[in-house]
């Protein structure tokens, strides 16, 4: 992947680095519980509990007007994040650091900024890669931040799944997994908690035809969740220090999901997703800390 020259159009979205927003909220207990109801976890929060890792994606929402949505069910463009005009966009990766827990009952500010705006020319075509940082903080001050990476590309030249050979196992054993069928019902359940419109999460038609995947689209946000629940079900009482993620490919819904993990050191972790291929759909690595 190679950088080209900026265009013009690029030159102008540089005027939305450094642009700011800011979202107060309380995290209060029913998007968790309901969250854990989706997932099947039968333990319900109440106020003073910590919220586990990546679900404060359920707080900060934005809500547009339904007047302000495009085909797509995304907000238009030119508001917070720069108009790219690439129709697709992709959640497609986020590196976050956590310096206390949140804990539920507590109010919170969230502060974004857009940290950077790059095009590449890729295999798949124009890329327009845009970095967001999150910082949310607590009475206390900087409770965590989130680098958020979003990215923009064209319908027309789909990128396939990353190849995951079975001879490339030996790399990637496992010490725990998990297998789940992330199906219809759950995608529209996360797209309501976490007020996401994009219709390729809850309209096959749309996404089928319009966009054309062969089924509907698992949410990244809600593939790492996974991931990172994985982990937390491993180790409950650690505290999070670290989470990254990377979007490798996309992931159909109706298919296995395979999430599986292992220890790299004493607070490292290696976890990733596959689908039923084989072929690995994101890979994570976390940083806890069980003392």
């Not at 005027?15 to 969250?35: I, S, Y």
């Not at 319908?155 to 199906?183: C, L, T, W, Y």
């Not at 979007?247 to 999430?259: E, S, Y």
Request: hydrophobic share 40%; proline share 6%; glycine share 8%.
């Amino acid at each position: 992947m190679t950088t080209s020259n900026p265009p013009t159009q690029l030159k102008s979205l540089h005027d939305w680095l450094g642009r700011q927003e800011h979202h107060d909220d309380c995290l209060t207990v029913f998007p968790a519980n309901a969250l854990a109801s989706s997932l099947n976890d039968e333990s319900p929060f109440i106020e003073g509990d910590a919220l586990p890792a990546l679900w404060h994606w359920l707080y900060f929402l934005s809500a547009a007007k339904q007047s302000e949505l495009g085909q797509d069910g995304h907000p238009h463009r030119g508001g917070f994040l720069p108009p790219v005009s690439l129709p697709r966009r992709m959640w497609a990766g986020g590196d976050l650091q956590w310096y206390r827990p949140l804990k539920m009952g507590e109010n919170l500010r969230r502060v974004s900024t857009i940290q950077s705006i790059e095009q590449k020319q890729g295999k798949t075509g124009e890329l327009v890669f845009v970095k967001v940082l999150h910082e949310i903080f607590d009475a206390m001050g900087l409770a965590m931040q989130e680098v958020h990476d979003i990215v923009y590309r064209d319908h027309s030249r789909q990128q396939g799944p990353v190849p995951f050979k079975v001879n490339d196992m030996a790399d990637h054993s496992h010490d725990f997994s998990q297998e789940i069928i992330p199906d219809s019902v759950l995608l529209f359940r996360y797209s309501a908690l976490t007020f996401n419109g994009h219709r390729i999460h809850y309209d096959r038609q749309y996404a089928t035809e319009q966009e054309g995947y062969p089924g509907l689209i698992v949410h990244g946000p809600l593939v790492a969740t996974l991931l990172a629940e994985l982990l937390r079900k491993q180790k409950p009482k650690a505290r999070w220090l670290s989470f990254r993620f990377k979007a490798l490919a996309p992931m159909i819904d109706n298919q296995v999901l395979r999430l599986c993990g292992r220890a790299i050191d004493g607070t490292t972790y290696g976890l990733w997703a596959e689908n039923d291929q084989g072929s690995m759909t994101m890979s994570a690595q976390a940083v806890i800390d069980e003392s």
